[in-house]
């Protein structure tokens, strides 16, 4: 195995984790959140229910799991992008890097059952739950390459925070655009616009 590299184990683990969060989403679209089994997630993935279980405790944190996964994965980029870059150079192709491969043209019906989904009370609650460890591992990225402290400075907070928000943002405007327009171009523009300092366009 190559020194931080995962091992064999381990990538199994995280792509039968991967198989159930996206089983449980799109059978969440399809058929609503609360007609969904667990007994459907596991047999869409090709597991077990026992095996679900190891994995993951509620509908809802299977789902979300996609999400966290993508900012922690999002945290990792940022650490290995070169030294010299630029924060928010770095940020944005950080937080772009997990979406590499994704569809440029969003299926309007998959991105209406995504709103549907995404207006569970569950689902909701478990987003919130779930977004301090989120946000701790992108702040301490954000903190190693700018030499602050994760937990005693403000300045590794408010850039996480507010590169969340336009993740946030730009999912709510790629949800509701009419034409479609591609999430990865919301988001480059999103942080773009924080970098320039949020500039105010009636001045422009």
């Known amino acids: 195995m190559t020194k931080g590299q995962p091992g064999l184990r381990e990538r199994k ?13 799109r059978l969440a679209v399809e058929r609503g959140l609360e007609n ?14 026992r095996t679900y279980n190891n994995y993951f405790s509620s509908k809802a944190e299977a789902i979300v799991h ?24 770095a940020l944005t192709r950080a937080l772009l890097a997990p979406y590499d491969g994704m569809s440029e043209q969003p299926d309007p019906q998959w991105t209406a059952g995504i709103r549907l ?17 989120t946000a701790a591992g992108l702040a301490a990225a954000v903190a190693a390459r700018t ?17 969340l928000s336009a993740v946030k943002a730009a999912n709510d405007q790629y949800l509701v ?10 988001l480059a523009e999103a942080l773009r616009q924080l970098a320039a300092g949020l500039p105010d366009p009636s001045h422009q």
């Open 117 to 133: 989904v995404l207006r569970e009370p569950a689902l909701q609650a478990e987003l919130m739950r779930d977004g301090a460890r």
């Open 147 to 163: 030499g602050t402290d994760p937990d005693r400075d403000l300045y590794p907070k408010l850039v996480t925070a507010a590169a």
């Open 36 to 49: 969904v089994r667990v007994e459907d997630i596991a047999a869409a993935a090709g597991v077990s229910p």
């Open 13 to 25: 683990k995280a792509a039968t984790r991967e198989a159930l969060s996206w089983a449980a989403l």
């Open 66 to 89: 996609r999400h966290r996964e993508r900012i922690l994965r999002s945290a990792e980029v940022l650490r290995r992008r070169p030294p010299g870059e630029p924060l928010w150079e």
């Open 177 to 186: 655009a009419d034409p479609p327009v591609p999430f990865q171009s919301l």
